[in-house]
Nanobody, 126 residues
Framework: QVQLVESGGGLVQAGDSLRLSCVASGRTVITKPMAWFRRAPGKEREFVAAISWTYGRTDYADSVKDRFTITRDDDQNTLYLQMSDLKPEDTAVYSC???????????????????WGQGTQVTVSS
């Protein structure tokens, strides 16, 4: 089992920046946090960003490309999401997701991930 705890959310104004963190604990030798998803009010959960198990390859949703950066510190078992130039449409609950090694470098589907955090709220005012 792996436990994921997100932090770093908050209320910010449009154009501001935030950094989200996701700390993994438990069986982290065989499972790593690899992706961020978000769920806006009244909408389905959507893919935001992913980072590969090795090599650090990243992938982003078009809506956040060039504004968000995903990184991971394997020594600290922590996944990060640096968010810049935030927009009101970025308002959502952001959750990190973890899984075991996969041949797919940056899985983008919810069903690709076995472990989820509770999420952290990000609210961007205009």
């Amino acid at each position: 089992q792996v436990q994921l705890v997100e932090s770093g959310g908050g209320l910010v104004q449009a154009g501001d920046s935030l950094r989200l963190s996701c700390v993994a604990s438990g069986r982290t030798v065989i499972t790593k946090p690899m992706a961020w998803f978000r769920r806006a009010p009244g909408k389905e959960r959507e893919f935001v960003a992913a980072i590969s198990w090795t090599y650090g390859r990243t992938d982003y949703a078009d809506s956040v490309k060039d504004r968000f950066t995903i990184t991971r510190d394997d020594d600290q078992n922590t996944l990060y999401l640096q968010m810049s130039d935030l927009k009101p449409e970025d308002t959502a609950v952001y959750s990190c997701a973890a899984r075991r090694p996969t041949n797919t470098l940056t899985p983008k589907k919810e069903s690709d991930y076995a472990y989820w955090g509770q999420g952290t709220q990000v609210t961007v005012s205009s």
